[in-house]
């Protein structure tokens, strides 16, 4: 790689890598796994360098969600919830700061019980704000795999967490 690419690419990582890491983050359910993921996509990405045409980040993004979902494919098992979000994404303090992090945190051990692809597309289309669209080319599949995923996982979803509030009845 020589130093202009390599240049471009720490610049290009300055400026995307929070929310890459965000969302490998949620992809993984840890801090250390999110960093792994998101190392190994950084790895292909340079070694596929010179074929890479445009912005890198779709790229780097279709490697970040095919790893991972090869990763759960591998395991075979669920993801571990996370228990709290990390220190830096913490806002220190009131009420309203600590119920928003209690609800962000339960709505990410929701989507860790989801199947992968479940998952990677609720992720993807409600996180990562993508459409069917962007989902679909992202992943290599039809719209329609992208539609009936997520009207699963969210169906899902909301199974979930109604469940509890009929058996207090």
């Given at each position: 790689?020589?130093?202009?690419?390599?240049?471009?690419?720490?610049?290009?990582?300055?400026?995307?890598?929070?929310?890459?890491?965000?969302?490998?983050?949620?992809?993984?359910?840890?801090?250390?796994?999110?960093?792994?993921?998101?190392?190994?996509?950084?790895?292909?990405?340079?070694?596929?360098?010179?074929?890479?045409?445009?912005?890198?980040?779709?790229?780097?993004?279709?490697?970040l969600y095919n790893l991972?979902?090869?990763?759960?494919?591998?395991?075979?098992?669920?993801?571990?919830?996370?228990?709290?979000?990390?220190?830096?994404?913490?806002?220190?303090?009131?009420?309203?700061?600590?119920?928003?992090?209690?609800?962000?945190?339960?709505?990410?051990?929701?989507?860790?019980?989801?199947?992968?692809?479940?998952?990677?597309?609720?992720?993807?289309?409600?996180?990562?704000?993508?459409?069917?669209?962007?989902?679909?080319?992202?992943?290599?599949?039809?719209t329609g795999a992208i539609?009936?995923?997520?009207?699963?996982?969210?169906a899902r979803l909301r199974?979930?967490?109604?469940?509890?509030?009929?058996?207090?009845?």
């Amino acid at each position: 790689m020589h130093s202009a690419d390599a240049e471009k690419l720490e610049q290009f990582f300055a400026e995307r890598g929070r929310p890459l890491l965000a969302a490998a983050k949620l992809l993984t359910g840890s801090q250390q796994a999110a960093e792994d993921l998101v190392q190994a996509a950084l790895e292909r990405l340079i070694r596929h360098w010179p074929r890479i045409e445009g912005d890198p980040e779709g790229y780097l993004r279709r490697t970040l969600y095919n790893l991972a979902a090869d990763g759960w494919r591998r395991r075979k098992t669920r993801m571990a919830g996370l228990r709290r979000l990390d220190a830096e994404a913490r806002t220190g303090g009131g009420a309203d700061e600590t119920e928003i992090v209690d609800l962000r945190d339960a709505l990410i051990r929701q989507l860790l019980t989801l199947p992968p692809q479940q998952r990677t597309v609720l992720v993807l289309r409600y996180w990562e704000g993508l459409s069917e669209f962007e989902a679909a080319d992202l992943l290599g599949c039809s719209t329609g795999a992208i539609k009936s995923a997520a009207s699963r996982g969210l169906a899902r979803l909301r199974q979930q967490t109604e469940a509890p509030e009929k058996e207090s009845r």
